[in-house]
């Protein structure tokens, strides 16, 4: 009997290389490549309470495995406008908040520790901080391969304690990591804000979870990519340029008029 014609596409098997340790030094190096310049990878929330894609549609919610997280502080010496996004003056990106530095590439350090600077404390600006204390997310699409590019995405600090208690709910419920499940991301319907929302779907399936696995590294990378400062880095050092030049020399007045007799 004639086998029946499927249009399923059929999966190819993967064989892992002997030289395992060679083959991921090798991957490194390319994925350094593909990071070392990110643009055009960012998920933008927008006051209307929707996400902005890259490629410029829009959704009302998201459906995303988070393949990793990070914490990161951003201070901005000048307020946020949408028409002239500037880079802060300020930054630390880490995986333990409460190890958090400020890194040396910052235009204008603040503090050397995250924890005892000034914008870091609540009342530094008005009830909150003058520094925002944030979370980046690396994620993948439910149809995810390994070819699938990462988005990044901000969460806003009136949104940390809700993603934490679901990497915290997922940990406990799961015991493996925020990515083992299909997470929801929404805007909370009692807020004025644009406020995010986690919650979680289904378990993340075996084929997706190993891709989102695989491409760990990757997103860690991407995620401690520090911002380019450069621009704001410039415009700092103009002015301590300018000071630092030497005045024009002052030619020396004659005796009699520098004694205060004449010419």
Not at 203 to 228: I, M, S, W
Request: proline share 6%; aromatic share 6%; charged share 25%.
């Amino acid at each position: 009997m004639a086998k029946a014609q499927t249009t399923a596409i059929a999966k190819a098997k993967v064989n892992l290389p002997v030289d395992v340790n060679a083959a991921m030094a090798a991957e490194m190096e390319q994925i350094q490549k593909r990071i070392s310049a990110p643009s055009g990878d960012r998920i933008m929330v927008t006051q209307g309470k929707t996400f902005k894609l890259p490629n410029g549609s829009e959704l009302d919610e998201l459906e995303a495995i988070v393949v990793d997280f990070c914490a990161a502080n951003f201070y901005y010496t000048e307020a946020y406008d949408r028409g002239n996004v500037v880079p802060p003056a300020c930054f630390a990106l880490g995986l333990e908040p409460a190890g958090l530095v400020a890194s040396d590439n910052s235009p204008d350090k603040q503090c050397a520790s995250c924890a005892a600077c000034w914008a870091n404390q609540f009342g530094s600006s008005g009830k909150g901080k003058a520094c925002q204390n944030t979370r980046l997310l690396a994620l993948l699409t439910p149809d995810a391969d390994a070819e699938t590019p990462l988005y990044l995405l901000k969460v806003s600090p009136t949104a940390i304690k809700n993603f934490d208690a679901h990497v915290n709910s997922v940990a406990n419920s799961f015991k493996m990591p925020v990515r083992a499940v299909v997470t929801q991301i929404s805007f909370s319907q009692e807020s004025e804000y644009a406020t995010l929302r986690f919650k979680t779907l289904r378990p993340t399936e075996k084929d997706l979870l190993l891709v989102a696995h695989n491409r760990l590294e990757e997103a860690r990378k991407r995620l401690l990519t520090e911002p380019d400062v450069s621009a704001l880095k410039a415009a700092n050092d103009a002015p301590k340029a300018k000071a630092k030049a030497k005045p024009a020399p002052v030619k020396a007045l004659p005796k009699k008029v520098a004694a205060g007799g004449k010419r």
